[in-house]
């Protein structure tokens, strides 16, 4: 079971290095062929949300099924495996949230970009016209 969070790490960290290379002042002239890589790369990347709730029901449905260890008789070693278990839920948690949220910031800049680029050669135009 651990494939599925090596993949979703990956794509995660695809989108924040995209996102980064969308945001970094200097890049002005490879800016265009970057929006067009991330535009062509959004939509396989949007097989990440399914994804990502089928993961949160996943972690939902090991939080219901796992043994509450609360009681005394659970002995040292069981006690351990429990907080474990509940440490590696949060940090799942957590990259399933930072995938959603890298790829909705992607999203967004990525339009942002484009319209800004549309705005510029709009003033371009007027520029040269007048």
């Known amino acids: 079971m651990a494939l599925e969070w090596v993949v979703l790490g990956y794509a995660a960290g695809a989108e924040a ?13 490879l800016r265009r062929g970057l929006v067009a890589v991330v535009r062509s790369a959004l939509k396989p990347l949007l097989s990440v949300v399914p994804f990502c709730l089928f993961l949160i029901a ?41 995938a959603l949220l890298l790829y909705w910031l992607l999203f967004s800049v990525t339009g942002l970009v484009g319209r800004i680029d549309q705005l510029n050669q709009r003033l371009e135009k007027l520029k040269r016209s007048e």
């Open 58 to 98: 996943d972690i939902y449905w090991k939080y219901e099924m796992r043994p509450s260890c609360e009681q005394e008789a659970c002995t040292p070693a069981e006690h351990l495996r429990h907080h474990k278990s509940i440490i590696k839920s949060q940090r799942n948690a957590l990259l399933i949230a930072s």
């Open 17 to 29: 290095i995209m996102l980064l290379f969308l945001t970094l002042p200097g890049l002005d002239r």
